[in-house]
């Protein structure tokens, strides 16, 4: 192990954790808005949208996510629509991750007992406070594993995205792997970088879980 060369390209491996984080952020965030938005089509039965939201939901779990980005990347430049590598790269994380954080959503907001809703309902809450106050908060705090274990998901999939040209982890290491024939090096600096990614996740989702679970059963 050439550990001269790997604290020589300690800092292009820092750079690349930024955008990764970014792109993993951006990601995340909008695939939250995605979940909410389209667990809510399901769970109260929108007619039309709720037939474009299980098209969609099935079109983005079929679909590798390479192939995705090379439809935004490479496909949309023929209709004259041109997006920078960071900006496919957040999109397809959150068309991707959407759907399977919409089936998060959707198993918090089935879990609800229908008898909360109509105590809700009987005591004068409209619709809208009856989502807001008594289905919301029970459906995010049962859907806090699934949302996480898919934070984990999507940040893993941020590999891929280095396939358009995006300076990510996996682009760097595989650049000074072409350039340097390093690859234990390389290899090593990337897999600590996943992990000083991932691990903060990984343990503050168990923490929210079993947070979760107490004020579930109490135990």
């Known amino acids: 192990m050439d550990w001269g060369f790997i604290f020589k390209h300690v ?22 808005i995605i979940g909410i938005i389209c667990s809510s089509i399901l769970y109260f039965k929108v007619k039309v949208l709720r037939k474009i939201v299980n098209i969609y939901i099935e079109l983005s779990r079929n679909t590798p996510l390479l192939i995705q980005l090379f439809f935004l990347y490479y496909g949309f430049t023929k209709i004259g629509v041109h997006l920078s590598g960071f900006s496919c790269g957040i999109i397809g994380l959150a068309f991707l991750g959407g759907s399977y954080m919409c089936e998060s959503f959707r198993a918090g907001l089935e879990f609800v007992p229908k008898s909360q809703i109509e105590a809700g309902t009987s005591i004068g809450l409209n619709n809208l406070q009856v989502f807001r106050y008594i289905i919301l908060p029970q459906a995010f705090s049962v859907s806090v594993p699934l949302i996480g274990a898919n934070c984990l998901f999507l940040l893993k999939e941020t590999s891929i995205v280095g396939a358009i040209a995006i300076a990510d982890l996996m682009f760097v290491a595989k650049d000074l792997i072409g350039m340097y024939y390093k690859t234990n090096e390389a290899l090593f600096m990337l897999v600590v970088a996943y992990l000083i990614i991932l691990l903060p996740v990984s343990i503050l989702t168990s923490v929210l879980e079993r947070r979760s679970r107490y004020a579930q059963y109490g135990n």
């Open 11 to 32: 800092p292009k491996y820092i750079d690349a954790m930024y955008l990764t984080l970014a792109l993993a952020v951006g990601g995340i965030a909008l695939s939250v």
